[in-house]
């Protein structure tokens, strides 16, 4: 399996988020506060974990059980085409809409509705690709 979410990945991801203009502000901005679990489909349990408070990433980890807000799969060779190609509202749409994309919790359609989400969330997987 890739090495997507390990400890030391989802460290350097903290880093990127909060460093990175257009994410951790606008979020501040809606005082967005999630558990983010990220993986792959065919597993159980999600691999990795940011705890988001106020737009800032405040800690990242593996996943050891916690709750989540939102919980994010996909096929390694997907997440991997993501992060070499970030995709734009009408790639994660189709990813979406195709099951490439799946939120094992979360509502991404509330979340595609709501600018002050959206342009966060797309710009996350541009950070991913720079982990």
């Known amino acids: 399996m890739a ?5 030391d990945w989802m460290l350097k991801f903290k880093e990127a ?3 990175e203009p257009g994410i951790a502000d606008e979020l ?9 679990a990220y993986g792959f489909k065919n597993e159980s349990e999600p ?12 800690e990242a980890s593996e996943y050891q059980g916690e709750e989540t807000n939102w919980d994010l799969r996909a096929d390694p060779e997907d997440w991997k ?12 749409g189709i990813a979406y809409t195709s099951r490439k994309l799946r939120f094992k919790s979360g ?6 509705k709501d600018p002050k989400m959206a342009g966060p969330f797309i710009k996350s997987f541009g950070v ?3 982990v």
């Open 3 to 7: 090495e997507f979410f390990t400890k």
């Open 17 to 19: 988020w909060n460093s």
């Open 28 to 36: 501040e901005q809606i005082k967005f506060n999630s558990n983010i």
């Open 47 to 58: 691999r990795g974990l940011i705890v988001v408070a106020n737009g800032k990433v405040t």
């Open 81 to 92: 085409n993501w992060f070499e190609n970030p995709p734009g509202m009408m790639t994660l």
């Open 107 to 112: 509502d991404y359609a509330a979340m595609v």
């Open 128 to 130: 991913m690709g720079r």
